[in-house]
């Protein structure tokens, strides 16, 4: 059985924490950002966090398979 690392938990828990647990704070039309009220571009940039953060794992666990053939 695996155990799971902090560093593989904190960039899972990242993307959600962004999209969900930040809309309370981040609610806001003003300031526009890029053309867009700062709630959109906020949920634009958590699909870029997103991407990274999964980008971020699949690389640690490449090179745990690597290690394990």
Do not use: Q
Request: charged fraction near 15%; proline fraction near 7%.
């Amino acid at each position: 059985m695996r155990i799971l690392s902090p560093v593989k938990i904190i960039l899972t828990l990242i993307p959600f924490i962004w999209t969900i647990g930040m809309i309370p704070f981040v609610n806001h039309v003003k300031p526009m950002v890029m053309g867009l009220p700062f709630l959109a571009f906020w949920l634009v940039a958590g699909i870029i966090v997103a991407f990274l953060c999964i980008k971020a794992l699949y690389a640690i666990d490449s090179k745990n398979n690597k290690e394990a053939e």
